[in-house]
């Protein structure tokens, strides 16, 4: 089993930045992506980033050049910088852990992004 904690998430006015953090314990292993998801309001969940365990990145259109995914391996935690942010960014972040073995996805809870003025 895969523990995720979510932490970083608040208010914030448009143009502003935060920084969110996704810390993952348990049966961890090695090789395995980290990402974010998103879940605007009253619409469907959607893939924000993605580091992969050879540390590739890709990044979905709406945020690219804005948002920034890493990971600390030694720390086992994938991080989100956000900058330039929209109030079209407004969601409910959910951090993913995957093992390159398989494909089950481990769920962070949730955090909250708001932008606003």
């Known amino acids: 089993q895969v523990q995720l904690v979510e932490s970083g998430g608040g208010l914030v006015q448009p143009g502003g930045s935060l920084r969110l953090s996704c810390a993952a314990s348990?049966?961890?292993?090695?090789?395995?992506?980290m990402g974010w998801y998103r879940q605007p309001p009253g619409k469907q969940r959607e893939l924000v980033a993605v580091?992969?365990?050879?540390?590739?990145?890709n990044y979905a259109n709406s945020v690219k050049g804005r948002f920034t995914i890493s990971r600390d391996n030694a720390k086992n935690t994938v991080y989100l910088q956000m900058n330039s942010l929209k109030p079209e960014d407004t969601a409910v972040y959910y951090c993913?852990?995957?093992?390159?073995?398989?494909?089950?996805?481990?769920w962070g809870q949730g955090t909250q992004v708001t932008v606003s003025s």
């Open positions: 993913y852990f995957r093992r390159d073995t398989s494909t089950r996805n481990y």
């Open positions: 348990g049966s961890i292993g090695v090789r395995y992506a």
């Open positions: 580091i992969a365990s050879g540390d590739s990145t």
